[in-house]
């Protein structure tokens, strides 16, 4: 087996790639290993089969992902394939670990960029709030894989972190955790959720064909969970009008307004750190001010 970084420090073990191999078929081999996130998991392999050399995602816990977030990937996948919902595919998995030893996870390679212009188009900006609202057709009720999720990216709650002083705040911030806690989580049909929507995980073929990748905090809760959370990002990212831009194209796909906008886009500015590294702080504030301002 070739490795095209053999420099990373937590590559999958093994027992793993031998899974990999074992369930791709009869004479696979895994021909190479490459790391997807800062020398972690995932891994893209390329597995070779019959002369002919086929690309997969691996997906095994790793010191950034554990074992639940595997599967709660996998029970994900199983949803989208369902719906028809533009996501990867699963191609085999061993969620008791009875083969591999943990739980792992094998997915199709989406083709495609996840690279953004700046300023990005409009036409794209739609297409992914079209893309959130595919999947937020799915009614769903939570459950041990797929559980509730109160907010983007449930396994941080950085707001929670700031109120009992692990981490710094600001005043900005305090005021509008008080103004969120005593609001409350706004009532609804709870739907089927990505959890965690930011331009990284958006696969893009054309500037209107776009797949969801990374899975792993998907879960049950209201659309505003992803809506929130896509508004924040590209705010952030690219100019405050982005946002605008990405409801449009969620409306027009479910022909509804969404509820709740201003709570949900505050509650996604509220779970990021107090600091933003490599992004510029000030765009969350100037996003969150008017989620406030709408909120009243």
Not at 9 to 32: D, Q
């Amino acid at each position: 087996m070739r490795e095209t970084n053999p420099a990373r420090r937590y590559g999958p073990a093994e027992h793993v790639l031998a899974w990999a191999a074992a369930a791709s078929g009869a004479g696979a081999r895994i021909a190479e290993v490459r790391a997807l996130h800062d020398e972690q998991g995932p891994w893209r392999l390329s597995i070779v089969q019959g002369g002919r050399t086929t690309p997969a995602v691996l997906r095994a816990p790793t010191p950034r992902i554990d074992a639940a977030g595997v599967v709660t990937g996998a029970a994900a996948l199983e949803v989208a394939a369902q719906h028809r919902l533009p996501a990867p595919r699963l191609l085999a998995t061993d969620l008791e670990g009875a083969a591999a030893g943990v739980p792992v996870t094998l997915e199709t390679v989406v083709p495609g960029t996840t690279a953004w212009s700046s300023p990005p188009s409009v036409e794209r900006l739609r297409s992914a709030g079209d893309a959130l609202a595919r999947v937020h057709t799915v009614a769903s009720t939570p459950c041990e894989s797929l559980p509730f999720r109160p907010r983007p990216i449930a396994v941080d709650d950085f707001a929670a972190d700031r109120r009992s002083g692990r981490a710094p705040t600001t005043p900005l911030l305090r005021e509008a955790d008080d103004l969120i806690t005593a609001h409350g989580l706004p009532p609804g049909e709870p739907v089927f959720v990505h959890g965690d929507v930011w331009p990284g995980n958006l696969v893009w073929t054309r500037d209107d064909i776009v797949t969801l990748i990374d899975w792993k905090t998907a879960g049950v809760g209201a659309p505003g969970v992803d809506l929130g959370e896509l508004r924040k990002q590209v705010a952030i990212t690219f100019d405050p009008d982005a946002p605008a831009h990405v409801l449009e194209g969620w409306e027009r796909r479910s022909g509804i307004r969404p509820r709740d906008v201003a709570y949900w886009d505050a509650v996604a500015a509220l779970n990021t750190p107090t600091e933003l590294v490599g992004a510029p702080t000030d765009r969350r504030d100037a996003f969150l001010r008017t989620a406030l301002t709408n909120l009243g």
